[in-house]
């Protein structure tokens, strides 16, 4: 059975860190990318990082560009999303989702096959 799990979510105050991750079962994730998006109410769901399955290499969207960091252990079968400088609008609800995509990664939720079912952050002073 395919999952992922995020967690690592919670409240912190403007300026603050998280780190969060997202545990992969079901398969294996030496096959896929894996992003993250994040969904506020009212908003559409915005893709955030992402992260390909081969060389490591990442792309971020501009909002979080030099603040958040994407990193793999394929051998955890895990992906982490550390996060610093955080502001009131990261607030949203985080979620993990994976990609079968040979080379690369991209940023558009259409693209991706599986997707857990959220950790929420908040920040708030």
């Known amino acids: 059975q395919v999952q992922l799990v995020e967690s690592g979510g919670g409240l912190v105050q403007p300026g603050g860190s998280l780190s969060l991750s997202c545990a992969i079962s079901g398969f294996t994730l030496d096959y896929y990318a894996i992003g993250w998006f994040r969904q506020a109410p009212g908003k559409e769901r915005e893709g955030v990082s992402c992260i390909s399955r081969t060389d490591g290499s990442a792309h971020y969207a501009d909002s979080v560009q030099g603040r958040f960091t994407i990193s793999r252990d394929n051998a955890k079968n895990t992906v982490y999303l550390r996060m610093n400088s955080l502001k009131p609008e990261d607030t949203a609800v985080y979620l993990c989702?994976?990609?079968?995509?040979?080379?690369?990664?991209?940023?558009?939720?259409?693209?991706?096959?599986?997707w857990g079912q959220g950790t929420q952050v908040t920040v708030s002073s």
């Open positions: 989702a994976a990609d079968f995509r040979l080379f690369g990664c991209i940023l558009d939720s259409r693209e991706y096959d599986f």
